[in-house]
């Protein structure tokens, strides 16, 4: 099994449990976890939501060969389904990382209430490298955490960063050693088993506003263009290119 589910003291866990390929993301994978969204939305007995990867990997992203296979069958991809179910999400989602967050790793971080990275993270956003753009309002959410200066860095350039830059720029709540991460995440998780449930879905419906609505604008307009992308001989050149294990070659586009 590739997404592991669980039940304990309040905390609905969803564990990213595909360690033999870094944690890569498939079709299927995105829909078991928007059904354990779903699940959670809808038991009472779920205070909080724990999103977790493996030690040492969150997780890298697309897997690119399942990805491939399926671009262009379905009008809703599997990716959108499962960020529509955690953009909806009416309950704390605590995320917990350690190790590599790529691509979707770290645009989903954007959408979580609490994120706590290891010490060993590095987060990256390699979107343009392959020929694509931003996804899931990280074109509008890492400019304004960052500043479009640091944004460049990060969305053009592809560069990565640290899990200190992402407690600095707000994408997570606090740094610590890679064995410390799930068990504080979980700590803060359980808290909210003190809590009044009530309260705090309301409260997180008021402070997320009317910033969902302009979120999914937002991811409607990189998915135009990113779908675009992905037939372009930029994106071609790309993907050949890593199937190929060399370095693309981008001389040759004005």
Do not use: W
Request: net charge neutral; charged share 20%; aromatic share 6%.
């Amino acid at each position: 099994m590739t997404i592991k589910t669980a039940l304990l003291n309040g905390v609905y866990t969803i564990e990213i449990a595909r360690p033999e390929k870094k944690n890569a993301l498939t079709g299927a994978m995105y829909v078991a976890m928007a059904e354990a969204l779903n699940a959670a939305m809808a038991d009472g007995a779920v205070r909080s939501v724990l999103i977790t990867g493996q030690p040492g990997i969150f997780t890298s992203g697309n897997d690119l060969e399942d990805f491939m296979k399926r671009s262009g069958s379905v009008s809703v991809s599997p990716a959108r389904v499962f960020m529509n179910a955690l953009i909806s999400c009416d309950k704390p989602v605590i995320a917990a990382v350690t190790g590599a967050a790529i691509g979707i790793g770290t645009t989903l971080l954007l959408h979580c209430d609490f994120v706590y990275v290891s010490d060993e993270a590095r987060l990256v956003m390699p979107f343009v490298s392959l020929g694509l753009v931003p996804e899931f309002a990280s074109s509008h959410l890492i400019p304004q955490l960052m500043g479009q200066r640091k944004a460049a860095e990060k969305l053009l350039l592809g560069d990565p960063f640290t899990g200190a830059e992402a407690v600095e720029c707000g994408i997570a709540n606090a740094v610590l050693p890679a064995a410390e991460v799930a068990p504080h995440a979980r700590r803060v998780a359980e808290r909210f088993n003190a809590l009044p449930p009530g309260a705090v879905r309301a409260s997180k419906k008021l402070m997320r506003g009317t910033v969902a609505d302009q979120l999914h604008k937002t991811i409607d307009s990189e998915n135009d263009v990113f779908a675009e992308r992905l037939t372009s001989p930029e994106a071609k050149e790309a993907f050949s290119a890593f199937f190929q294990k060399r370095k693309p070659d981008f001389t040759q586009f004005s």
